[in-house]
């Protein structure tokens, strides 16, 4: 067998990215669709998402710390969310977000800033993926989503509540709750995974 | 030896079949359980987009009732029992909501009921992707379409752990309950930060011990190898597949447009 650089990911490298992103999912899916069934609380879906899921994202980019990491795990992603909701512009947003965290963490895999700024990136990225056809399409959302048999005063609350400003807010929400996820992952990190000797303690 | 394997696992005279076949070296394709994973990738895909894009009740039923033959072409209409009960108490519990008519309350639950309607065909159809896609098979399509390897070996390892996961939290509730920590719903919104704690490291950490040991498995059995793999079981797109597939998604379009159309019937009506 070839020994290459730890530079380049390796099989095991890559299980462990398919076990990581399949709790990482599951756990975002169970947790939308807990938060979600109103339509004010559905908004901040991703930012709540995000709090639990900073511990999985920090563990994920600490273990493997590679070159490709963030993007591997973005298709990943995005092909299972695309399989169960049919969704075009979640892929579209999880990979381009990925692409950019991928660009952030380039050449420091475990420097513990730069991990954090690129999890508030693919975050905000569920998040536009989430709310952007709402915000950016509005009107033909809104017909579609009446035709589709939604109710109609439903829609229009959602709509409401949803525009360009609060879009924004929502987007900065979401960037606020995958800091505080990211956090709790930092001091999850310490207390028990470099304990259990799963990551090294450097 | 795999006969004996699979008699010892007394498991349904299905697979039993199929392990028989493989043994001798025969591809015979056992109804739509073993279509080539690519075309159930497809046909997975295209039904999610069409049920995305329109759905109106009468539409969601003919669905159901499309992946629930699927069902049933698969061997698997047992499993599909849970389902169609779900989809049937969410109907009742939405005409109840409809004759007590108290406007925000409709407003509210019917939005909620008819998303758990329209996600229910969808969530069976991808039940059916999860389960019957073998993940060598996979592997080997994947292969044959160029795909990256890290790709490929990582979205085998997350299709075949994606049902792992549901169990594991369930071993940990179980373990939870045994050594009486409270799990209930106001512990969960008064110590947020502690419940998901208890139930997210044991996960983790647990997760991180089979993704070693499969890592260790896979290296074993030789994965990381330069050489072409092989595959006991041919790999290929048949023409009953082709045939399935063209079928399977001249009825999505054909029930794409059925939608629209009621669609302009229900405005011409509420226009007049």
């Known amino acids: 067998m070839n020994i290459q650089s730890s530079s380049k990911m390796q099989v095991k490298d890559f299980i462990t990215l398919g076990v990581l992103n399949a709790v990482f999912t599951v756990l975002f899916i169970l947790l939308t669709v807990v938060v979600g069934i109103f339509p004010v609380t559905g908004i901040f879906a991703p930012a709540i998402a995000a709090i639990p899921l900073g511990v999985i994202f920090i563990l994920l980019m600490i273990k493997v710390a590679k070159k490709g990491t963030l993007l591997v795990s973005g298709v990943l992603q995005a092909v299972i969310l695309f399989l169960l909701s049919g969704s075009w512009t979640f892929v579209v947003a999880i990979i381009s977000a990925t692409l950019l965290g991928e660009l952030l963490v380039w050449g420091a895999y475990k420097d513990l800033h730069r991990i954090t700024i690129s999890y508030v990136v693919l975050i905000c990225g569920y998040a536009l993926g989430s709310f952007a056809p709402i915000v950016f399409f509005t009107e033909s959302w809104r017909t579609a989503s009446v035709a589709n048999g939604y109710n109609a005063s439903y829609v229009n609350a959602f709509t409401e509540i949803l525009n360009g400003p609060i879009l924004l807010g929502v987007l900065a929400v979401s960037a606020l709750g995958a800091l505080l996820g990211a956090v709790l992952g930092k001091k999850m990190l310490k207390k028990h995974f470099v304990k259990a000797g799963v990551i090294s303690g450097d | 030896m795999q006969v004996e394997m699979s008699s010892k696992a007394s498991s349904v005279s299905l697979a039993r079949q199929t392990n028989i076949n493989q043994l001798l070296g025969i591809d015979k394709k056992n109804g739509l359980r073993d279509i080539d994973p690519r075309v159930k990738m497809f046909i997975t895909l295209a039904f999610s987009t069409m049920l995305f894009c329109t759905a109106k009740e009468l539409t969601i039923l003919i669905s159901l009732l499309m992946v629930f033959v699927i069902f049933l072409f698969s061997g698997m209409a047992k499993k599909s029992i849970k389902f169609i009960l779900a989809y049937m108490i969410i109907v009742v519990f939405n005409y109840v909501i409809h004759l007590m008519s108290i406007e925000a309350l409709t407003v509210l639950l019917s939005a909620i009921t008819y998303t758990m309607l329209k996600f229910i065909p969808m969530v ?141 019937f229900s405005m011409t009506r509420t226009w007049l």
């Open chain 2, 124 to 264: 069976m159809l991808s039940y059916w992707l999860f389960s019957t896609v073998k993940v060598n098979e996979l592997i080997v399509a994947l292969e044959q379409m160029k795909i990256p390897k890290s790709i490929i070996l990582s979205l085998a390892v997350l299709f075949r752990f994606l049902p792992t996961v549901t169990e594991e939290l369930g071993y940990i509730r179980d373990t939870m309950k045994m050594r009486n920590i409270d799990l209930s719903f106001n512990r969960a919104i008064l110590h947020p930060i502690k419940t998901t704690e208890y139930m997210l490291i044991p996960l983790l950490l647990r997760s991180v011990k089979i993704s070693d040991e499969l890592a260790a498995a896979a290296l074993t059995r030789g994965i990381d190898g330069e050489n072409k793999r092989t595959s006991l079981r041919k790999v290929y797109i048949s023409f009953p597949d082709i045939l399935f597939a063209v079928l399977f998604i001249l009825f999505t379009a054909f029930l794409y447009q059925f939608d629209r159309q009621i669609v302009e």
